[in-house]
């Protein structure tokens, strides 16, 4: 088989591994922060050599790698596996983890084991959860005392999307609004080094900015916060359909690959593939030897 995707991306790079204060400082600074999804080697290396700042192994796996309907049955074994994939194509961008849901909502002690397992087993230097109401500050609140820092995560969470009314934008009324400000403060409060804000009205994230120490990472939620993230299989054209309203696509990988394998399944049934260049040769002689039978 071919050996495994070596990139001019896996050599050696002059930037240097994006760090907690490194992000904090590009905050300060305003220059804006990218982060992107990756489920796989491949993926991570691709990312490396965009220069990307943070990684995310999102729970989104569960649909755009795995096959699930959505991301409520990923299983932390999986997100495992997944996660360390992406750790072996890393160098500079920070590795965050996503926590799969029911693998910290039952107790502290549960959050900090299954924190732990990411940075452990899988080489994250972060871990995040969704939501910002008194369990998920809580155990964000026992996972930073624990030494491991925690992402946060506001407005559309899809783990609790049903709890939610479905996948739609939030804090469209003023009562939803505070209730979204109330959390990202609360997950700041809690120590939370950076909060995603996702599906929001983009003047509702910018009258909220002004109060946030914590770095701030939209998606859906207009151009006032930190950074942007987006998932990489959306970005690239690798999904069916349109997607949320905030998704751009700057490729269409999809509709290549299927031209690519629709093109290969085509020359083998023709037997135009493979031709003679990509075929190995024997000497006349070994032939003759061979055919001998010595």
């Known amino acids: 088989m071919s050996s495994r995707p070596r990139p001019e991306a896996e050599t050696a790079t002059t930037r240097s591994p994006v760090t907690l204060p490194g992000l904090a400082t590009m905050k300060r600074d305003g220059q804006k922060i990218v982060m992107v999804t990756a489920y796989d080697y491949p993926g991570a290396l691709a990312a490396e050599e965009a220069g990307v700042d943070l ?12 096959g699930y309907d959505g991301t409520v049955p990923v299983s932390v074994e999986e997100m495992l596996v997944l996660t ?31 924190a732990f397992r990411f940075v452990k087993e899988a080489g994250c230097e972060a871990v995040k959860l969704e939501g910002g109401g008194p369990t998920s500050v809580a155990r964000a609140t026992a996972i930073v005392n624990a030494g491991i820092p925690v992402m946060g995560h506001v407005g559309l969470t899809p ?9 739609k934008a939030q804090g469209r009324t003023a009562a939803a609004a505070h209730k979204v400000a109330a959390e990202a403060r609360a997950l700041q409060d ?8 996702e599906a929001i009205p983009a003047q509702l994230a910018e ?4 109060s946030m ?13 930190d950074g942007q993230v987006l998932v990489f299989h959306d970005l690239l054209g690798m999904t069916s359909g349109g997607g949320a309203r905030f998704v751009k696509r700057y490729a269409e990988i999809g509709t290549q ?13 023709d037997g135009s593939y493979p031709a003679p260049e990509h075929c190995y040769g024997i000497s006349d002689e070994e032939l003759a030897e061979f055919r001998s039978g010595r």
């Open 84 to 114: 360390k994939a992406v750790r072996r194509g890393l160098r500079t961008p920070l590795l965050v983890g996503d926590l799969p849901f029911g693998s910290y909502e039952v107790s502290d002690e549960q959050a900090v084991a299954t």
């Open 190 to 197: 809690a120590g939370c080094f950076a909060i995603v804000f």
């Open 159 to 167: 783990q609790t999307a049903t709890a939610l009314g479905g996948f």
């Open 207 to 210: 009258e909220i900015m002004p």
């Open 257 to 269: 690959v299927v031209a690519g394998l629709s093109a290969y399944t085509a020359e083998v049934r």
């Open 55 to 66: 990684v995310l192994v999102g729970d989104s796996a569960a649909m755009t790698v795995l």
């Open 213 to 225: 120490e914590a770095v701030v990472i939209g998606i859906g939620a207009g151009p006032a916060t």
